[in-house]
């Protein structure tokens, strides 16, 4: 999870952080922004490492990461714990 990943001084910290975190991850991973949280203005963006709308990322922002089991459904993220093997999960 990244908070206040980005702002007008330091776009860049973003994009290099995301870099080093593709080494490690498929570029399909799910990734959540969440902007003005609680706010007038809240906006919720479910997208993967590869397509992260920077410009849509700042300082009123959290960018959650998903693991390696994360999967979308609909409109969420799941990151099966534990449970997944004991239960039949379909994504």
């Not at 990244?2 to 975190?21: F, W």
């Not at 007038?40 to 009123?60: A, C, F, H, Q, W």
């Not at 409109?75 to 449970?83: A, E, F, L, N, V």
Request: proline share 5%.
């Amino acid at each position: 999870m990244l908070y206040n990943p980005r702002s007008k001084g330091r776009k860049e910290h973003l994009e290099k952080a995301i870099n080093i975190i593709m080494q490690h991850r498929s570029p399909e991973t799910p990734v959540g922004v969440v902007r003005n949280a609680m706010r007038k203005g809240e906006e919720v963006i479910l997208t993967d490492l590869s397509r992260i709308p920077y410009e849509k990322v700042d300082m009123n922002s959290l960018l959650i990461i998903g693991n390696s089991e994360t999967f979308r459904w609909k409109d969420y993220m799941i990151t099966p714990r534990g449970y997944s093997k004991k239960y039949e999960i379909r994504k």
